[in-house]
């Protein structure tokens, strides 16, 4: 059964707890004004579960080709993937000489995506991406009662902010595809069952 209760600033489902600014914030992913600057920028590449970083080892095979030579080597030197240099005990994925995600792959206009998702789009692989980036703007956070979903700001997004407004679309919506596969399609009607009654002018 799910309990859901609004707490201020947060929301509480099941054993999650979910920021407000989920409901208040706008968000839709610019990528002709960021150039999918996510793939590249940061301290670390995406992180990974155990689950994830085991599938895709094996997956490995129908997703290589999609990527570039680079990136290619980069994953046969390192793996799929890596202590993640901030925290030991978590899984990133490799990167390319300290800059993008090994796993990266440029258009012809230089944007940046994701060679798991581009194999995944042709079928070739049942891995769509790691849920990390999936989910992004969402941060999750486990704990040993909740997991907690946080709302995170970072400067390279600003303009996902500003046509998320334009077009007013909350982030949850923007992420109901990553929300469902991660916590399910009952979790997220409690969620958009609490925005329509909280939220709604």
């Known amino acids: 059964?799910?309990?859901?209760?609004?707490?201020?600033?947060?929301?509480?489902?099941g054993d999650t707890l979910i920021s407000g600014e989920f409901l208040e914030e706008e968000f839709v992913c610019n990528l002709s004004a960021c150039q999918g600057a996510c793939c590249v920028e940061g301290d670390a590449g995406a992180p990974l579960t155990q689950?994830?970083?085991?599938l895709l080892q094996n997956e490995l095979p129908n997703i290589?080709?999609?990527?570039?030579?680079?990136?290619?080597?980069?994953?046969?030197?390192?793996?799929?993937?890596?202590?993640?240099?901030?925290?030991?005990?978590?899984?990133?994925?490799?990167?390319?000489?300290?800059?993008?995600?090994?796993?990266?792959?440029?258009?012809?206009?230089g944007i940046a995506s994701c060679g798991i998702?581009?194999?995944?789009?042709?079928?070739?692989?049942?891995?769509?991406?790691?849920?990390?980036?999936?989910?992004?703007?969402?941060r999750l956070k486990d704990y040993q009662d909740f997991t907690a979903v946080n709302y995170h700001r970072w400067d390279i997004c600003s303009d996902a902010c500003?046509?998320?407004?334009?077009?007013k679309v909350p982030v949850y919506r923007f992420l109901k595809d990553a929300l469902i596969r991660r916590f399910g399609e009952k979790w997220?009607?409690?969620?958009?069952?609490?925005?329509?009654?909280?939220?709604?002018?």
């Not at 059964?1 to 489902?13: C, G, P, Q, S």
């Not at 500003?162 to 077009?167: D, F, I, Q, V, W």
Request: aromatic fraction near 8%.
């Open 188 to 201: 997220y009607q409690e969620l958009e069952r609490i925005a329509a009654e909280e939220y709604t002018d």
């Open 162 to 167: 500003s046509l998320g407004a334009e077009l």
């Open 51 to 54: 689950e994830e970083a085991d």
């Open 117 to 138: 998702e581009k194999a995944w789009n042709d079928g070739a692989t049942s891995f769509r991406k790691p849920i990390s980036c999936h989910l992004y703007p969402a």
């Open 1 to 13: 059964m799910f309990i859901a209760r609004l707490h201020l600033v947060m929301i509480e489902i």
């Open 64 to 109: 290589i080709q999609y990527l570039p030579k680079k990136g290619q080597e980069a994953i046969k030197k390192q793996g799929v993937a890596i202590a993640d240099p901030l925290d030991e005990d978590e899984l990133v994925t490799p990167l390319v000489n300290g800059q993008e995600c090994a796993f990266t792959v440029f258009d012809e206009r």
